[in-house]
C-alpha cells in the first residue's frame, strides 16, 4: 500500500546541517519528492530524485536514497533561518498510470539563531 | 510564466453558504490536482483531472464537493452548503504529463474559514 512516513518535528541551530528523514512503504515508486512549504504559502519543489539513483545533490540540498530500507533523506548543509519550514516527502507511482502524489504529515523544521 | 494562479487568497464565509474556489494551472499543464490541508488530516488529494477529464474523485469529501475543469486553463472546486469542518486550506497544483517525472507545481492556496 501507500504510505509515507516522517518525523513531525526537527530543530537546529544556524550553521549545521539539518537532515530530515522519510520511509515510505510502496516499492513501486518511480519519482521521490521533497517539497518546502514555508507559512501562508503553498509547496514549493525543492527537489526529486529518481528511484534507481542513491544520492542527488544540489547547492546545499543533499538527497539520499536507500531503496532497500525505503528510506529517503533530505540534509541541508549550512541551515540559516530562512529555512524554517515544513518539509514534506512524497512519492510517484508512474508505472501504475496514477498520477497523483503521496505526500508524507511533513517536518517541521526549526532553525534556531 | 506566473504560477498556479488561485482566487480567492481568503474566504470567510457562513455555514450553509456556496463557496467556490477557483485555480488556473500553468499553462501547458495537462493534470490539475486539488488538495485540503488542515493541521489534523494533513495534505489530502480531493481529485485531479487529466485534459479536463476528472480522473480520480475519491478523496472528495461527500456529495457536498464538486469540481469542475470546463477548459485547460480553468478549474473549481465549490462546496455547497459549506459547513465549519470544512475549513481548511485549500490547494491546486498542476503537472506537464509529458516531462518524465510527476513534478507538481502548487498555488498559493485558499484559506476558507466557515462560521
Known amino acids: 500500500g501507500e504510505d509515507v512516513e516522517q518525523s513531525l518535528f526537527l530543530s537546529v541551530r544556524e550553521g549545521d546541517s539539518s537532515v530530515i528523514n522519510c520511509t515510505y512503504t510502496d516499492s513501486s515508486s518511480t519519482y521521490l519528492y521533497w517539497y518546502k512549504q514555508e507559512p501562508g504559502a503553498g509547496l514549493q519543489l525543492l527537489t526529486y530524485?529518481?528511484?534507481?539513483?542513491d544520492m542527488k545533490q544540489d547547492q546545499r540540498l543533499t538527497v539520499l536514497l536507500n531503496k532497500k530500507d525505503k528510506h529517503l533523506s533530505l540534509r541541508i548543509a549550512d541551515t540559516q533561518t530562512g529555512d524554517s519550514a515544513i518539509y514534506f516527502c512524497?512519492?510517484?507511482?508512474?508505472?501504475?498510470?496514477?498520477?497523483?502524489?503521496?505526500f508524507g504529515s511533513g517536518t517541521r523544521l526549526q532553525v534556531q539563531p | 510564466d506566473a504560477g498556479v494562479i488561485q482566487s480567492p487568497r481568503h474566504e470567510v464565509t457562513e455555514m450553509g453558504q456556496e463557496v467556490t474556489l477557483r485555480c488556473k494551472p500553468i499553462?501547458?499543464?495537462?493534470?490539475l490536482f486539488w488538495y485540503r490541508q488542515t493541521m489534523m488530516r494533513g495534505l489530502e488529494l480531493l481529485i485531479y483531472f487529466n485534459n479536463n477529464v476528472p480522473i480520480d474523485d475519491s478523496g472528495m469529501p461527500e456529495d457536498r464537493f464538486s469540481a469542475k475543469m470546463p477548459n485547460a486553463s480553468f478549474s473549481t472546486l465549490k462546496i455547497q452548503p459549506s459547513e465549519p469542518r470544512d475549513s481548511a486550506v485549500y490547494f491546486c497544483?498542476?503537472?506537464?504529463?509529458?516531462?518524465?517525472?510527476?513534478?507538481?507545481?502548487f498555488g498559493p492556496g485558499t484559506r476558507l474559514t466557515v462560521l
Open positions: 497544483a498542476s503537472s506537464f504529463g509529458g516531462a518524465g517525472t510527476d513534478t507538481q507545481y
Open positions: 530524485i529518481f528511484s534507481n539513483m
Open positions: 499553462s501547458g499543464h495537462d493534470y
Open positions: 512524497a512519492e510517484s507511482y508512474m508505472d501504475t498510470g496514477r498520477r497523483a502524489l503521496t
